[in-house]
């Protein structure tokens, strides 16, 4: 009756007591990395960049490039678990005349949030009028022939050896990588992982980045990969900021259950703010009391959204998160977190 009732709410209140305090120690003790640490990997990227930006303006004064610089979770406190990754932003210049970008879904490939960026006006300006028409491949501008040519300097031409005994690091490239990656130990137990990233950014500020569709197949390989990142992250920070809430450690306690977790390495950050950010919209209180509430409802809706096998971006609908996932894949992330629903803990276990 009535008082059976009651004591399953009592029990489930206990729970998610425990959650909460689990959570709480969970994220003190593995996800908040210690002030220091984020300083030290800070400055070796930092370092790092310094040289990058002499060796390339002596050795290539005529590439158009911006400045580059360093960004990712690092720099946004959202870094979890250990101070181990970077991004080094690379923004070239393009001529507005000779290059123009196509929305992926008015391609062949049908891909929102991937664009094409097509040379245009070649019989007034030939090729070679861009300094980037060399990395043009079948009249478009190809990310991955973009990276070649940052491979070739970065792994080619550069004395890490040398800069890095300079530097008091150990620097070599990671080969073979997918992207473009210098691995630098900056401590004898300690590395960071510092990735080049070229990008473009569109008059509109839409920003493209040289990171390729990941289930590549050859007509994928000129695509250009829409960033959100700056917009998704700077809008889960106002809405902490408006009300004191805790989506930010939600999303970093969530960053924490997938990076130790071998069967969810597959999630990753922009998936899960925007997935914060979709709960946001029905979900008003993000109170730190509501931290485990918030974090079990996390994880329904991703299960949700896994067996919908569509997770829409919250800042371009039309963007499905989870196109780059093979099913067998959305089937096994799908499956991990179902079965975390009735233990969240397992997950939370280092
Ligand atoms: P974390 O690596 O899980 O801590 O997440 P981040 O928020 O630092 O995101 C880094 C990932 O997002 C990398 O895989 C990048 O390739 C990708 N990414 C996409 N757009 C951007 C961008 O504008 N800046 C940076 N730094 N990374 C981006």
Redesign the pocket.
Known sequence: GGSGATQSDLQKARMRLSLQEHLLHFYQNNVNIPTEEQAVARRAALDICAELRVFLHAKLPDMPLREMY???????E???VTAD???L?VPLILEKNLWSSIPGEDTIMNVPGFWLIRRENLEYFPRNSSYWDRCMVGGYLSPKSVLEVFDKLVAGSINWPAIGSVLDYIIRPVVPSE?LTLEVQYDTNRKLYV?F?P?LVMEDGT?L?A?PHRLVAERHENLW?Q????AE?ARLRALDQEDGGCRCACLKLA?AM??LNPALNRL???QL?NCILLLCEKEGDWTQEALADRFLQLLRALVGHLEAGKLPCALSPKVNLFCELTEQEVDELGYTLYCALSDPEGLLRT
Do not use: E
């Open positions: 360093l960004s990712g979770s690092l720099y946004d959202l870094q979890v990754h970077a991004q932003m992207t990735d990233l990008l920003s980045i990171k990969r960033s959100f990142r700056v992250t960053k997938c990076k990753n950050a922009s703010t």
